[in-house]
């Protein structure tokens, strides 16, 4: 293991998580490495937590704010919050502990745009940053470091904070050195310059994140996995969606407003988007590119096939088959993934210039377009809005897919005002569901509604829209967007009071 | 007025606007210059008119999609809304009679980020356009064109029309000459390359707009203003918002995260945005810079005054004596003064580079900082977005202003939940009404929350929100974003019932 920390000075430092741990006071704002359950710290954090709940039988506080990349993992979010050990966490997250804990309102949860999450930290909007705990493959001799499965924000932290804790993990492959690239012309305003990357493979930085070797105050070394992502094969469901989304690409290379090639994509995590890449394979595709966030096996697959030429992203969220799979052709894959800052994979200078072609789930959309992405039943978080809007506000094309029913059936995922908007109709260009495609570039509010209405909206509720859209039409004060305002939101209210959103007349 | 068409070719093409407008037939996709009552054909949108209702009175459909760069003026929205002429209309207004028309739901109207028309024509989102109708100051021997007191989309309308009608105004000054900046470096993903401009008063461009001769079908001389900008002078709470503002940046300056020459601004229209201007002169602001959408009086006189040290906008909307000031001055404001094509007004990547100081109006923000910049009882349009979300969502600051009741005290600007959003949560940084200024930024959705309805609520409603949301924080299903939703719409359902947003009890 000792070859991983190559610099005399920091291989020095080397204690236990514990020890590490004990450095982290009550207060203190600390940044971690991770970023979709890749490269997170694998022991601190639990060590951490450990010692909160101790100081919590002494009757102590003891809490922190925790800022990361996106989501981690159980042995992050989960542990600390199950010490209940945040008193904020920023920007997204995924676990069920602390999804918990945020919606029973124990503590304060900012939503952030990735893209926005760096700059807004420069500016100083998030307070002083009092330590960083990060994840490397390891630490070269003359102290930079070699990124692990995540970039994320983690040149912003080490930048940024006062100290910090490095975790060399000897389970990531060490094969992974030379992948990234870390851009270093960031600049505050009025002394910002373009960013002069044009194609998704441009290079534009360097294979290490610098150090300040002063810094460090611990370095840990662990052997711990990543959290495994299952890579469940792609549901009925997924694939109809998906299908749907592989037929409009086909009507608009026929159109000519793309080509075979498409453009630059960009696809959330989970089922519909591993049976968008999976369908892409299907349809005959070689050659693509993708502008993103996180590789996963499924992307990784195309990669191997040739569908996809180049994949840049911030985070390299594999299953075991997949390490192994990437370990075994180390040199084919080195030369076709590139793995950024969360700032540089998010940015809307590059995903505009890029024209990428933006997928990504949602909770629901309403009639006209209006896309919640983040909040169930408009005042419980599920996980963040993520990178969906640096990419939707600034790509080519902009689909947001969802089955159109949930909770089997009971939940519509049409509905006439959305309980919360993250992407406003402004935003919105493609709605998908199993049932079908809406195209809404170039139609007012109105015409996507019955657009909306007609292709995406599952049968229980289609009729039940419609008769509120006709009555919203004739009602409505406004009629440029018509609403009846005392019961807009009654798909909600009546799953929060019956437990489903279908009226008593409509259940079978 | 010959001396203004130096072109032989074209100078052959002079007719009545009579004459022009009979070239327009009915389902044309037309688009048209003007931004903010700047730069509009005056003569042949009046004719056009006419000839339509003409035809109506002879049982005949006559109506056209109107494309333009934002508002315009009677002379063009007024009377094709009037002749009921327009089946189609984006992507901003502002005229009384189209309003009405739009809210009565008799045509469509696409509301669209101003950063995005450009774009979304070339990327062939609206179809064909069959003609462009585009106001100039002059037209050169070699063809091109001297802009007029707007750019707006105009480069976009020449290239991509079918045929093209110019209007020649002698009215706009001559002096014009040069001072616009029209960028020729855009292309289609995936041949788009950085814009290479890094201060507000970079030239990257040229000053005239190309044109092919062979696509002008007519050429018609005018001779009258823009429409007449009445330049108020600040009302109190105006001056209250701006000076909440003006606070907020000296705290900053003191904090260090601004500098006394601030960054460059970005202003709406409007009485409030006149009074933060009217307010950084008597602040003792020297040598800012503008990049912004509308140059007005009040941004004029800050450059005579050396308060603003150049000012880069798209449109130029002087009333009668800004522009004898101009006139006046002419070399003097030329070298402050760059008037660009409206996709490099707005665009993300310069926007987000240059870290522009957002400012713009609203009509209503919810507790947790949704921002309706759009709809009146979330039914009802306005105006249009405009530019606000291409700054909002890029800028260093995104400030959304807005006194704290309107229609007498009998609606709150600030409100439980929006009726319309957009600009999300994650866009919206400080709420600012006479009360108070809600910086919003590292704040979760409760401090949020609190914050808005401590600072920004005006006494009216202040109890009515703070009850709503303890309410709230206590029942609602999740605690992340509180809501009770059968009552969440209820300040604007009330209004609606009973002329005024606060409930039996509380009205005086």
């Not at 407003?257 to 892409?280: D, E, H």
């Not at 052709?329 to 995903?351: A, G, M, V, W």
């Not at 079908?436 to 039940?464: M, N, V, W, Y």
Request: proline share 6%.
């Amino acid at each position: 293991m000792r070859d991983r920390i190559s610099h005399p000075g920091l291989s020095k430092l080397v204690m236990t998580a514990e020890q590490a741990a004990a450095m982290i006071k009550p207060g203190m704002t600390v940044a971690m490495s991770g970023f979709t359950g890749a490269g997170y710290p694998k022991a601190v954090p639990g060590a951490l937590a450990a010692q909160m709940e101790e100081a919590h039988a002494r009757g102590e506080d003891f809490q922190i704010k925790v800022l990361t990349g996106a989501s981690t993992a159980p042995e992050l979010d989960g542990v600390l919050a199950q010490a209940g050990g945040m008193e904020l966490r920023l920007p997204y997250q995924s676990d069920p502990t602390l999804r918990k804990r945020i919606n029973d309102g124990e503590l304060e949860y900012i939503d952030i745009h990735l893209g926005h999450v760096a700059q807004y930290t420069w500016f100083g909007f998030y307070g002083h940053i009092d330590l960083a705990v990060i994840e490397v493959v390891g630490i070269n001799e003359d102290g930079s470091l070699i990124p692990s499965s995540s970039v994320g924000n983690n040149k912003t932290w080490i930048e940024q904070a006062d100290k910090i804790i490095l975790e060399v993990n000897m389970q990531q492959p060490a094969a992974m050195d030379g992948m990234h690239d870390v851009y270093y012309g960031t600049a505050l305003p009025p002394h910002r310059k373009p960013i002069m990357l044009v194609n998704p493979d441009d290079r534009i930085g360097e294979p290490y994140l610098r150090l300040d070797p002063e810094k460090v105050i611990a370095v840990v070394e662990t052997d711990a996995p990543d959290r495994m992502t299952p890579f469940a094969a792609p549901d009925e469901t997924s694939q109809m969606i998906a299908g749907h989304l592989l037929d409009f690409f086909e009507s608009e290379i026929k159109a000519g407003r793309l080509t075979n090639k498409l453009l630059p994509l960009q696809s959330g995590v989970g089922n519909i988007a591993n049976a968008v890449l999976a369908g892409l394979s299907g349809a005959g595709y070689t050659g693509l590119t993708a502008y993103t966030e996180v590789i996963q096996d499924g992307m990784l697959e195309l990669i191997r096939d040739g569908v996809i030429r180049v994949a840049s992203a911030t985070s390299f969220s594999l299953s075991p088959a997949g390490i192994e799979e990437f370990n075994s052709n180390i040199d084919f894959y080195r030369k076709r993934i590139i793995l950024r800052t969360q700032e540089i994979s998010n940015h809307p200078e590059l995903i505009r210039r890029l024209g990428c072609i933006a997928m990504n789930g949602m909770i629901e959309a309403d009639i006209y377009g209006n896309v919640n992405s983040t909040h169930v039943g408009g005042t419980a978080m599920m996980n963040g809005i993520g990178g969906s809007g640096d990419f939707a506000r600034n790509g080519f094309l902009s689909a947001f897919m969802s089955p159109s029913t949930a909770k089997g059936g009971k939940i519509s995922g049409i509905v006439p005002m959305a309980s919360h908007v993250d992407h406003t109709e402004h935003d919105t260009m493609l709605i998908i569901t199993e049932r079908g495609l809406a195209d809404l570039r170039g139609l007012s509010p109105k015409q996507r509604a019955r657009t909306i209405i007609e292709k995406c909206a599952h049968p229980d509720f289609q009729p039940l829209l419609q008769d509120y859209f006709d009555r919203a039409s004739r009602e409505s004060v406004g009629k440029h967007t018509p609403h009846l305002l005392d019961e807009s939101l009654a798909f909600h209210q009546r799953f929060i009071e019956t437990g489903t959103s279908l009226p008593e007349a409509a259940r079978r």
